[in-house]
């Protein structure tokens, strides 16, 4: 579900017909994230389980299967350059499109922790995967770091010029290759992450998706959707579900497909770590 008023999807846009269903992380870590914890068949035989507990619940809205690969990952360690950014090579980025392809060329999300770095020095760097029609780009405030903290010492942000950028870049790669909408999936759980929201602008050649980020148990991460997701919205909404840090607290349990569709709005987007 989307807000309104808002540009009317062009040709061949995933949104609003489709609810995705995403898989994250890194193959060289278990730890970031679904995607990288299991073999590949493994992995896409419990997303597609997932896709057909999505449809179950929701018959109107097809739910369809995506990775989402985090290209660019915020690192303690300095790095030569001192930008605590660890930016993954080609060949990473092409298993998991291979990956991708081999099980019915599913949308491929790559996701940026810019850390000490900029959007406009990492987003150009993936030009050659965002021309390609079923590449969308994903962006993490949480490592953002303007103050020149290290990540992870506290939470980043991105401002509306940030996400603004991000969404005029994809937009040019879609009017000079006559590409289909790209999604922005914006990563948010504080009011801070996303500043001047109101000066998004809106695009027919990107889909913007705030997606709610937070974990913990099901009550806490509701009331964190209608906080900062419900109160500001800009185009289309996410919600991220963790297999394991969402079950750390009482009643240790997982937010439910029918829990989630009876938020206002209901989430396009929804991510599994």
């Known amino acids: 579900m989307a807000v309104s008023p808002q540009p009317l999807p062009l040709k061949g846009a995933l949104l609003p017909e489709h609810r995705i269903i995403a898989y994250y992380g890194n193959l060289y870590s278990k730890r970031m994230g679904i995607l990288g914890e299991l073999p590949p068949k493994e992995m896409i035989r419990r997303l ?9 619940a929701d018959s109107s809205t097809k739910a369809i299967a995506a990775l989402h690969y985090i290209a660019v990952t915020a ?7 001192g930008k605590h950014r660890l930016r993954m090579p080609d060949k990473q980025i092409d298993s998991v499109l291979n990956i991708a392809r081999q099980h019915g060329n599913l949308p491929v999300f790559l996701d ?29 405030p949480e490592f953002s770091m303007k103050d020149g903290s290290k990540p992870g010492t506290r939470i980043g942000s991105f401002d509306a010029r940030d996400i ?47 997606e709610m980020d937070g974990w913990g148990p099901p009550a806490l991460k509701k009331a964190t959707y209608r906080q ?29 497909p029918t829990e989630l569709l009876q938020l206002k709005p209901a989430p396009s987007y929804i991510q599994y770590q």
């Open 75 to 81: 690192q303690s360690d300095a790095g030569r350059d």
């Open 112 to 140: 940026i922790q810019v850390a000490l770095s900029t959007l406009q020095e990492e987003i150009p760097r993936l030009e050659k995967y965002l021309r390609l029609p079923q590449v969308h780009l994903g962006i993490d």
């Open 228 to 256: 900062f997701i419900y109160r500001e919205p800009v185009q289309f909404t996410g919600f991220k579900l963790f297999y394991k840090n969402d079950l750390k607290q009482a009643p240790k349990r997982m937010l439910t």
């Open 48 to 56: 597609n389980e997932e896709v057909v507990r999505w449809n179950d």
């Open 164 to 210: 603004n950028y991000a969404a005029d870049f994809l937009a040019r790669l879609v009017k000079e290759s006559q590409l289909p909408p790209k999604l922005l999936v914006v990563h948010r759980f504080t009011a801070g992450m996303v500043r001047d929201y109101k000066n998004i602008k809106l695009r027919p050649e990107v889909q913007v998706v705030i």
